[in-house]
Every structure is written in structure tokens, then in C-alpha cells.
């Protein structure tokens, strides 16, 4: 049985979707009405997919998704919502987003999305996909700086261990690092780079090639 979240911050709504997924056998582990309450929530059930909402009032789904993403590699966020804008839809992927639907989605074609993303598909409503995959493209043409930033060998060690969905007080646990010092190390790798979360840094090692290599012993 595949596990959910509902994000929304309109409780009719929330309830309504919640409500249509358990009637179709999916388990609504539970619901959250804002940010915040979404990546406090979703640190505890763990759920297969999130159904994410983007307009939350003060702190918007964009920052709910990196968070989730980036400490719940297993979790996959799909985002629902009425916004069609080509703009909210690239900064949810860049934020780690595995789809995104909009809310005139049929429950057929809910339930399809939620299944799909469960199961590691990208899912669109359509003519999205196309906008997605066309900014990648632009993304892997540009050509890459010429003076790349310098990290710190524990920097790099740090970098390498976001890459394979460690999280920070994991990586404090290998490294034999205090979890502050692995979030320092996280947030300086992030200036430097310029990223934006956890799930832009996993991007970078794995294109770097720095996925792959041995894990270093802690001097």
C-alpha cells in the first residue's frame, strides 16, 4: 500500500483529497496545513509520496519540498497545484520535485500521478513535461564556469555523503563530526556553489563524479 501526505492549507480541499485516496486504497498517513507542519510531519511518518501545494501562506511549498527532499531521500514530493505558471513549476523541480500536477486533474488522473511517483516516474500534467525537460537542456549547454570554486577536503568529504542521502546527523555519525559542524560544512558548500538545497548538492557531486568515489576515514 502506498503511503501519502496531503499538503494544503484549504481544509476542504485537503480533506477531499485525503479522503479520495483512502476510498481508492492508498494509505493518507496524514495532512498538514502549512510548511512548516509539512517537513515537521513528514520527519516523523515518512510517507511514500507528499502531495504538495505550493501557495501555504507565509512560507511557500518551493521550501517545504527542498527540505523534504533533501532529508527524505525515499520520500518523492508531487506537487498539486492551481498554479500552471512555467516559473512555480521549475523552481519546484530545481527544489526536488518528482512531478507536478495541477488541481484540475481528474481523481483518475491523481491517482495515476500518485502511483506513478511512488513507483520513481517523473509525472506531468501535460505540456509541462516538455518545460521541464527543455530547461534541463538549456542548463546542460551552458558552458561551466572557468574558475570553479575551491571546497576544503572535509567539504568535499561532507558533499560526497549528501550525494548517496545521508542525512546531516548521518554524515555526523560517519565523519565523527557534531551535527552543527556537518550543517556549517553543508551551508559553506552551498555559498560557495551557489545552490539552494541539499537536493541541487546531490545534483552537483553526481555530476561531478563525486558519488562515486571510496569514503575517506575521518582523520
Same mark, same amino acid.
Given at each position: 500500500m502506498i503511503s501519502v501526505m496531503v499538503v494544503d492549507d484549504h481544509p476542504i480541499w485537503r480533506d477531499g483529497v485525503a479522503r479520495d485516496l483512502t476510498e481508492r486504497g492508498f494509505?493518507?498517513?496524514?495532512?498538514?496545513?502549512?510548511?512548516?507542519? !509539512?517537513?515537521?510531519?513528514?520527519?516523523? %511518518?515518512?510517507?511514500? #509520496?507528499?502531495?504538495?501545494?505550493?501557495n501555504l501562506g507565509a512560507e511557500s511549498g518551493v521550501t517545504a519540498t527542498g527540505q523534504i527532499t533533501g532529508e527524505l531521500p525515499e520520500t518523492r514530493v508531487l506537487v498539486l497545484? !492551481?498554479?500552471?505558471?512555467?516559473?512555480? %513549476?521549475?523552481?519546484? #523541480?530545481?527544489a526536488g520535485a518528482s512531478g507536478y500536477l495541477l488541481k484540475s486533474a481528474s481523481v483518475e488522473d491523481l491517482v495515476d500521478a500518485v502511483t506513478r511517483t511512488a513507483?520513481?516516474?517523473?509525472?506531468?500534467?501535460?505540456?509541462?513535461?516538455?518545460l521541464v525537460l527543455g530547461e534541463y537542456r538549456r542548463m546542460a549547454a551552458d558552458p561551466e564556469p572557468k574558475d570553479q570554486p575551491r571546497l576544503t577536503d572535509r567539504e568535499t568529504d561532507v558533499l560526497r555523503l549528501v550525494a548517496k542521502g545521508m542525512t546531516a546527523r548521518q554524515i555526523a555519525t560517519r565523519l565523527v563530526l557534531s551535527h552543527r559542524t556537518v550543517e556549517n560544512h553543508v551551508q559553506s558548500t552551498l555559498r560557495k556553489l551557489q545552490l539552494h538545497n541539499r537536493v541541487e548538492l546531490a545534483r552537483y557531486a553526481i555530476e561531478h563524479g563525486l558519488d562515486a568515489e571510496p569514503d575517506s576515514a575521518p582523520q
Open positions: 494509505e493518507v498517513k496524514a495532512t498538514a496545513p502549512d510548511a512548516a507542519a !509539512a517537513v515537521r510531519i513528514a520527519r516523523t %511518518v515518512r510517507p511514500d #509520496v507528499v502531495l504538495m501545494d505550493l497545484s !492551481a498554479s500552471g505558471e512555467h516559473a512555480d %513549476v521549475l523552481e519546484a #523541480v530545481k513507483a520513481g516516474d517523473a509525472v506531468f500534467t501535460p505540456g509541462l513535461a516538455g
